[in-house]
């Protein structure tokens, strides 16, 4: 009685997890379960978006090789966020899927200090071509620069009312060619020069 349930389970969570890791929901195109039809079968689209083979000689899922390419975008801590919230979260959870700005953006946050990221670089990352992705983010009201300036927006302000670096290592860090070209930039997103967005003292 055992068999037929056990790969449901371990197939599932696999799924499921798998799509997690690379922050895309994995369409199967085809599975195969071992054991007699159950009485609740047709509830497993649910669970795997198509309807199983059952009886089949071994637990199967068959997908496009896209997927094996598929970069890994999740960090550790979000592995132990994740963690600390299953069983619940590989068991219960239902199509995981996410916007492309939603990955642009995760991306670009996860960038290195010293690393300019371009919609190439991400493009390629996520196995489409630039011009793919920026229809993609079309579709949904937003750009590569938007994303981008957004994420230097929110860094910068978080800086300067952090108060630990001067406009001229901030410029430096964000990418800019000088401290006038971020301030321009600043003042573009906010409305307001970068002085206004620091502590006063005493205060």
């Known amino acids: 009685m055992l068999a037929p349930i056990i790969p449901v389970q371990v197939m599932s969570v696999v799924h499921r997890f798998s799509g997690w890791l690379i922050g895309d929901r994995i369409v199967l195109d085809a599975v195969e379960l071992p054991g007699a039809v159950p009485p609740h079968a047709s509830e497993y689209p649910l669970i795997y978006g198509v309807l199983p083979v059952f009886e089949a000689p071994r637990a199967a899922m068959t997908f ?40 642009v953006r995760r991306m670009i946050e996860r960038r290195r200090a010293d690393e300019a990221v371009t919609v190439d670089d991400v493009a390629k990352r996520l196995s489409v071509s630039a011009q793919h992705l920026r229809r993609l983010l079309r579709d949904e009201g937003t750009s590569f620069r ?12 978080a800086s300067l009312v952090r108060g630990g670096e001067t406009v001229e290592e901030l410029s430096d860090r964000l990418g800019f060619s000088e401290p006038s070209a971020f301030r321009r930039a600043f003042r573009r997103w906010t409305g307001s020069p970068p002085g206004s967005y620091r502590p006063v003292a005493g205060g």
Request: net charge negative; aromatic share 8%.
């Open 146 to 157: 938007e994303i981008r300036e957004e994420i230097l927006r929110d860094e910068a302000i």
């Open 64 to 103: 496009s090789s896209r997927y094996i390419n598929a970069p890994i975008i999740r960090s550790e801590n979000e592995l132990l966020e994740f963690i600390r919230t299953s069983p619940n979260d590989l068991l219960f959870r239902q199509d995981y899927q996410p916007t492309a700005s939603s990955r």
